[in-house]
Structures are given as C-alpha cells and as structure tokens.
C-alpha cells in the first residue's frame, strides 16, 4: 500500500507535465504558425518519458536506465529551451543541442561504468540543466521590459532556471543514499518531482498565456493594417498614435496626399491606381525611420508620424519623400505619367493632442495643394 501511494506520488509531475503536453499540441492545432508550441508539447512528453522510464524501470539495467532517461530529460529541456528562443526569433541550433545531448550521455556513462559516482550524474544532471535554462533566460532579457506577460515569462523562467541550484544542494547534499534501491525515496527525488509539478506547471501556463496573447494581439495587428498597402489603416495609425504622443514631446506629423489621383485612376484604371498605392506605401515604409509610424488614412491620404523630429527634421523627410517618389518606378501602362505628392508637415506644440495636431498638419497640406501642388508646406506654430 505504501508503494503504491509513493508511485501515484511520484506520477503527479509527469501527470500534470502531460496534460500539458496536450495543451500545448491542442494550442498548436489551432494556432499552427507557432511551432514553439508544438515544439513545448514535445518537451513535455519526453520529460514524462524520461520520469516513467525512472519509476518504472524501463529498461530495467541500471545503467541503461541512467543513460536512456538522461537522454530523454536532456532532449526535453534543449527541445523548452529551443521552444522559448523560437518565439523570440533566436535558436542554441541543432550542432549546439546534439552537443549537448552527446556530452551528457558521455558524462552519465562515464560517471555509471568507469567511475560509479551517484553524486557526479545528479549534479552533472541538474547544474546541466539549470545552466541550460538560465543561459535561455539571459539571451531573452529582452522580455523583461516587455509586455505584462512577456515580464511575468521572464521571471518565471528565471526563478525555474535558478532553483536547479539550491534545491539540489539542499535536498541532495554531497552524498550519495546508501545504495540505488532508496534513491526514489529520497527526499531529493520527492523535492525534485515536487518543483518539476509546481515550477513547471507555473511556467506552462505563463507560456500558455503568452501565447494566446501572442495570437490576440496578431489578430490586432491585422485588424489594424490597411490590405492594400500594408501599412497601418486609420484605425491602427491613430491608436499608436496617441500612445506615441504620451510618450514623447518632439513628435511631427506629414500629411501626404498623391496629386490628381483620381485622374489616374480615370486614365489608367482603378488596378493601376491601386499599384500606385501599394508603391507609395511601401516606400513611406522604406523612407521612414525606424520607430515611425506610416499609416493609410484616406483614399490617397497617407500620415508619418515621426519620433524625436524637430521642424527641420520633418522638412528633411518630406522632401526626401517627394524626392523619392519622383524615382519610383511604375507600371508599364504608368511609365509616361509623372506622379506627385504634396505634403503638409506639423511638429507636436506643448499639451497638443493627435486632433489639433493633425488640423494643423492638414491645413498646411491644403497649402500646399493651393500654392500648385508637388510641394512641402509648413504649418504656423
């Protein structure tokens, strides 16, 4: 009866791990661009393979047993490693990990057959595998001054990472058990199964909650972006907006408007016109610096909202932009035409919001429309 209650003891982690497994495959099917979650779920399941090898025996040599689930746990923590550093857009790297995984192996069995050190493959294990995760955690510091979830992922991982260390020293000490039978009785092994069932559990559903985040805020993202040209719609250019403007003080605003667009599209059809969007969008994008913001907000209306930009520096980007446009290169049915653009520019005044800045901005644009077009106009302070 004891037995059996110190087995469903020790069953609660890789229980608890592989439901998780199932959430992060499930998350995946839904979401299939993300293959870091695939990637978790995998982890998630060697770890359960790992642990059940263990508790069951399989294999039933002790020194097979040693090696084979020290190369499943190995390759579950690369594999939640790699995972965390795909959704980053970084990677350790497939020669990285089987070097890892090769150096591992080599290290448990020389500490198994050569030199028969208990101590060694628990110390080689966990220090391992806490470096492993700490080194992950460093190359993503990024995340802690990023969004609330980001945040709470990093130092989730981080607390994961550096428990490794004290839990094994105080619960393991430098000496071995008295023989391999006990060692799953050992208040280490009982410690270990315990943090794996509650750190763990925390830092999936952390990661879990970072993805479905992931996903809302693509769903924002494409709600805010204009189809056609790729750059932000109305919509999304006055929201980022206006965080921008609560955050900085030196701000200025162009007002773009293509010249005769509607002759082109009576011309040359409304696909020509289209493409001539497209171009001007992207090399809005192109032009701009990088922390600007480049959105469509009318028919042939386009804004640049530009950061850290004094007067002088708004005037440089809307010439640079008209400059710029005059060597864009056109459809062949457009390649006699000469598309232009006038351009009302505004800098942020002291306790001005989005709206009066842009009246400001459009009343320099209608300026510039009057004075004949193809130019930049500046607005009155």
Not at 136 to 161: E, N, P, Q, Y
């Amino acid at each position: 009866m004891q037995d059996l209650g110190r087995v469903s003891l020790l069953l609660i982690a890789p229980g608890t791990i592989a439901v998780f497994a199932g959430a992060f495959l499930w998350a995946w099917v839904i979401e299939r661009k993300r293959h870091y979650l695939l990637m978790l779920s995998g982890a998630c399941l060697l770890f359960c393979a790992g642990a059940l090898s263990q508790l069951f025996y399989m294999p039933p040599d002790l020194g097979l047993n040693a090696i084979s689930s020290n190369l499943l746990y190995t390759s579950a923590v690369l594999m939640v490693a790699e995972g965390l550093l795909h959704r980053s857009g970084k990677r350790f790297g497939l020669t990285i990990d089987l070097v890892l995984i090769i150096s591992f192996s080599c290290l448990i069995w020389y500490f198994f057959y050569v030199d028969r050190n208990l101590v060694a493959r628990v110390y080689i294990q966990n220090f391992g595998f806490g470096a492993i995760l700490l080194v992950t955690t460093l190359r993503l510091t990024k995340l802690a001054s990023g969004r609330v979830v980001d945040r709470v992922l990093f130092w989730v991982l981080l607390i994961f990472s550096v428990q490794f260390f004290p839990r094994t020293i105080l619960t393991f000490g430098l000496a071995a058990p008295a023989g391999e039978a006990p060692f799953g009785e050992t208040f280490f092994w009982q410690a270990l199964h315990l943090s794996i069932a509650v750190l763990g559990a925390g830092l999936a559903i952390t990661i879990l909650a970072a993805a479905v985040t992931d996903v809302m805020d693509d769903l924002r993202y494409e709600r805010d972006i204009d189809q056609l040209t790729g750059v932000f719609n109305r919509r999304g250019f006055e929201e980022r907006a206006e965080r921008i403007l609560s955050q900085h003080y030196r701000v200025a605003l162009l007002l773009c408007d293509l010249d005769h667009f509607k002759k082109i599209n009576d011309t040359y059809g409304h696909s020509a016109g289209d493409q001539v969007l497209r171009s001007f969008g992207a090399l809005l994008s192109k032009n701009s610096r990088e922390g600007d913001l480049v959105g469509r907000i009318g028919g042939e209306e386009f804004a640049v909202l530009m950061r850290d930009a004094d007067v002088r520096a708004a005037k440089l980007m809307a010439d640079r932009l008209r400059e710029a446009l005059d060597e864009m290169p056109l459809p062949g049915r457009l390649s006699g035409a000469r598309i232009t653009v006038s351009i009302g520019v505004a800098v942020l005044q002291p306790t001005e919001r989005l709206g009066p800045l842009a009246e400001r901005a459009d009343l320099a644009l209608y300026n510039a429309k009057n004075a004949g077009r193809d130019r930049v106009a500046l607005a009155d302070s």
